[in-house]
């Protein structure tokens, strides 16, 4: 799925959390590649900002383990490119304050165009990450391990 | 709904192969471990319904002028990649 603004409709066979009901959205890569939209195909009015996390977050390695109805899904073979991509919700007042969901990424199989938005059981990443953080608010930095998997 | 009553270090075994240990009480909070296979999803009830909303809200916020925003958040998200940063 890398080039330069590519579009592919991926199906999510559960819909995403929050519009469970929708199936089908339309993935517009934009040429930089490490942002995308990605528009509701019944609905355009449902679209989202993606953006491609581990450019932003080195650190940002999930631990990901697939629930059997995940893995049916997604479906992944050897050779797949299974392509990570985060949600972010924009502050459209100030776009600095936007912030992007590292606790659900959208996992996408770009062999069958099939995807899920995982919940990550690891509490270390949060749904509201700040997309550009100040000195103090780097990933992974909670007080304890609460909720972290070992 | 069956209750049971445990004290600290007491286990509940669900099925064959999930178990459940009371590791700490504090005031009312309870600590329990969970030993679980992997592909068994363990969350707190709350988080699917914090993954709802923020993509609720995530929809809500996108619908501003597109091609406006995503230029001026490719900026800014430009200047922020790691090759970039000062």
Do not use: C
């Amino acid at each position: 799925m890398d080039g330069k603004g590519i579009e592919s409709v991926i199906f999510f066979p559960d819909g995403i959390p929050g519009f469970e009901e929708l199936k089908e959205f339309s993935l517009n890569i934009e040429e930089d590649t490490f942002l995308a939209r990605m528009d509701a195909v019944a609905n355009r009015e449902i679209a989202f900002f993606l953006i491609r996390s581990q450019l932003f977050f080195p650190e940002y390695l999930p631990q990901v383990d697939l629930s059997p109805r995940e893995t049916e899904i997604l479906d992944i073979a050897v050779a797949d490119n299974v392509d990570v991509w985060n949600i972010i919700t924009v502050h459209a007042n100030d776009l600095a304050q936007s912030t992007v969901n590292l606790r659900a990424p959208l996992i996408l199989n770009a062999r069958t165009h099939k995807g899920v938005q995982l919940i990550l059981s690891d509490e270390i990443h949060s749904s509201r990450q700040p997309l550009f953080p100040t000195q103090q608010d780097s990933i992974g930095t909670k007080n304890d391990q609460e909720g972290a998997v070992d | 709904m069956l209750v049971l009553s445990r004290k600290i270090n007491e286990r509940i075994m669900i099925g064959d192969n999930i178990e459940i240990v009371v590791v700490a009480v504090v005031g009312d909070q309870v600590r329990i471990g969970i030993e679980a296979p992997k592909d068994i999803k363990i969350l707190r009830s709350e988080v699917y319904e914090e993954v709802q909303n923020q993509n609720v809200k995530a929809s809500a916020a996108s619908k501003l002028p597109e091609a406006e925003l995503s230029g001026q958040l490719k900026q800014m998200l430009k200047g922020n990649l790691p090759g970039n940063k000062e």
